[in-house]
């Protein structure tokens, strides 16, 4: 069954935009995101792996202690046989006197043996090591660790802004698309009456039929126009929920514009004393300057204390001769490595020029950024402004264009014109609003003061922009 023009418009009228949705202000979803982002999540895992790294680093001071123990089979056990030694080893038998050459036959071979191991040798020791001095390696490479650190928390609070302008696009291109139907809504209301306006005048013989079909074509488009806007809600309801983790969300913090634009001189100041890329440059400036002092440390000796005490050996000559404990003081000179020092020393003081040249150019880049946001936001604020007026004139200009159409003054192509003009305006008006939020958004994300932002959100809750009328008028 076809339905007519106005049951269409009553069906179409009537149906949900995205279900149920439960209205959120910026504030509580910025909120939700911080406490459900996965991609913070890993972010922060990776500052606990730095900081756990920076722990295990603070050991690099302390003395090691190891327990060793050792099983050796030997091929033989290690003896002493006196007759090996002189004056016996030189003695001849024949030479001496037939009693004592008869004697020292007599004496078993065993009697000039003395056993100092066994064959199977078992040990256990305690054995201690501290170094002392290693030419400022320890320090070299705990500094390496704070430095890492350091970044990974610059790292993390670079994501959290990225998150923080990707959720003003999301929220607010919810609360833009919802405008944007509610306009094409209306749009689509006002022509079918003209339709069927035109209608009856066609069949009273007052316009011609092409006039009817004018209205008819541009009541078809505004159809077509008004499901790609309800599609584009729907998809920007689905992205803000994605984000947020829950189904079916609303916004409730409307667009804003401020009465005064903020001070690029001082967003300037502030985001370069203290953005983030920049404190991570430092920090890579602070382990590319750690490296150097680590590897020039290699050229140093490396003085240390040991010590060894012996828990348990078995019982032979050889272990009451050896003490139970000793303690020294040792020292390691390198002379020549094949580790490469000298290349790995220049190769650290590349990598601390890179650090500074990409710091320099960072700052470049930043007050390029803010300077092509500020005049993004002036842009669309001169734009806001500006369609003030052209929408005061669009509305009087339809008004005019529908007096003069009752009264047979004007064509229906005047009437349809003036409509899709009063659209045209309200659709850029929301663009214009929607671009002056992003670049503030931006500004205050890249110079640190996402709370002034969501401060303006809560300031502007209760004060109806030109959006939440537009909402408010179906």
């Not at 935009?17 to 911080?34: E, K």
Request: net charge negative; glycine share 6%.
């Amino acid at each position: 069954m076809k339905l007519s023009r106005v049951a269409w418009l009553c069906l179409l009228s009537s149906l949900p935009l995205v279900g149920h949705a439960q209205p959120i202000s910026f504030t509580d979803a910025w909120q939700q995101v911080l406490k459900v982002s996965d991609k913070l999540q890993a972010q922060s895992q990776e500052v606990n792996r730095a900081k756990g790294e920076e722990e295990a680093g603070e050991s690099l001071n302390l003395p090691s202690l190891s327990l060793n123990g050792s099983y050796t089979h030997l091929e033989k056990p290690i003896e002493l046989d006196l007759r090996d030694l002189n004056p016996l080893a030189s003695l001849d038998p024949a030479t001496l006197p037939p009693a004592l050459g008869g004697a020292l036959a007599s004496i078993p071979g065993s009697m000039f043996v003395t056993p100092f191991t066994e064959q199977d040798i078992f040990r256990a020791s305690l054995q201690a090591m501290w170094p002392i001095y290693t030419g400022g390696q320890i320090t070299a490479a705990q500094g390496i660790h704070a430095a890492m650190v350091a970044e990974k928390q610059q790292e993390l609070q670079l994501a959290t802004r990225d998150l923080f302008t990707q959720l003003v696009d999301r929220y607010y291109a919810v609360d833009v698309t919802l405008a944007l139907v509610n306009t094409q809504t209306d749009l689509v209301g006002s022509l079918t009456k003209h339709v069927d306006h035109a209608l009856a005048l066609e069949r009273e013989g007052q316009i011609a039929k092409v006039e009817r079909l004018n209205a008819q074509v541009a009541l078809d488009n505004a159809k077509v126009n008004l499901g790609s806007a309800r599609r584009q809600h729907e998809m920007a309801v689905i992205a803000l929920s994605r984000m947020l983790q829950q189904s079916d969300v609303g916004t409730e913090s409307p667009l804003f514009v401020l009465p005064h634009a903020p001070s690029l001189g001082q967003l300037t100041q502030v985001t370069l004393s203290q953005h983030p890329a920049l404190k991570l440059l430092e920090a890579k400036e602070a382990q590319a300057n750690g490296l150097v002092s680590l590897e020039q440390g290699k050229y140093h000796p490396t003085v240390f204390l040991f010590g060894n005490y012996t828990l348990y050996e078995d019982d032979s000559l050889f272990s009451q001769v050896e003490p139970d404990w000793m303690v020294g003081v040792g020292v390691k000179v390198p002379i020549l490595s094949r580790d490469g020092r000298s290349g790995k020393v220049e190769a650290a003081k590349s990598a601390l020029l890179q650090a500074r040249y990409t710091k320099a150019q960072t700052r470049q880049d930043l007050s390029l950024l803010l300077d092509q946001s500020y005049r993004q936001l002036l842009q669309a604020e001169e734009e806001v402004k500006a369609l003030d007026t052209s929408l005061e004139l669009a509305s009087e200009n339809l008004r005019l264009r529908e007096i003069a159409f009752n009264q047979g003054l004007s064509t229906s192509i005047d009437r349809v014109d003036a409509e899709l003009k009063l659209s045209a305006v309200k659709t850029q008006q929301l663009a214009a609003r929607y671009r002056y939020v992003q670049a503030y958004a931006r500004l205050m994300a890249i110079s640190g003061q996402l709370d002034e932002f969501i401060g303006r959100t809560i300031a502007r809750n209760s004060a109806p922009t030109q959006v939440q009328e537009t909402n408010n008028a179906r």
